[in-house]
């Protein structure tokens, strides 16, 4: 599997792990092709945004190249869910009884070596997930937050964004609409078993899902982000 990487010298890390909507040749995953234009399987919006944040602030960022339908690299090898066959009520019938194996080693793995690749040679002080989420899931009622900042154990970071986001009037859900204590797994394997700073924020979707959007929710994150870092330490 091929990571995009966009090159930058500040010590953030940027990572997108729903970035694109592609199926890679010889997967049929049996779904409409319309499907692929929704938020399972792609996070709408965060790879344009993941992209302006990467240039505003001057980060390197890693950017994955595959649908989340086909493999997602934001689970842990053995979770259930790594190869959907079902995802907000949408049967995704081209993955029943597929090899799981086969594709870990063919996307899973090769992202996850990308990353811890980047982190040894790179040192950031900061690791910066970027996710968008729907603003209402098949039968539920929608959802109000306009972002959610997610985290395990390690707040540092996102203490900053939670507090820079309401004061700036946007609803911002602390460890919701998802919670980090819960799904966490990129940043809980490349930032905390490393001890570094991390966090991953989320965005409705329907809020950077154009330009204006993009640039809209790019200057609100990127001095936040910036702040973030400097509240961390270890200089820059």
Known sequence: MSVVRIDGAADTLLLCDHASDAVPPGIDLGVAPEVMREHVAVDIGAEPLTRALAAA???????????????????????????????????VPGNIGVDRFDRIARFHAPYHAAIAAEVRATAPRLLVAI???TRQLRGQPPRTLEAGILYNRDDRAARVLIAGLRAAGIETGDNEPYSGRLLNATLNRHGE???????????????????A?????CDLLAPLIAEARGSIGGGG
């Open 213 to 217: 959007g993009v640039a809209r929710w």
């Open 193 to 211: 078993a490393r001890g570094i700073a991390c966090v991953s924020i989320e965005v409705r979707n329907d809020l950077i899902a154009d330009d």
């Open 131 to 133: 996710h968008s989420f």
């Open 57 to 91: 602030l001057g980060a390197p960022a890693l950017l994955a190249t595959v649908s989340r339908l086909v493999i997602d690299l934001h689970r842990e090898p053995d979770h259930p869910a790594l190869v959907p066959v079902e995802s907000d009520g949408i049967a």
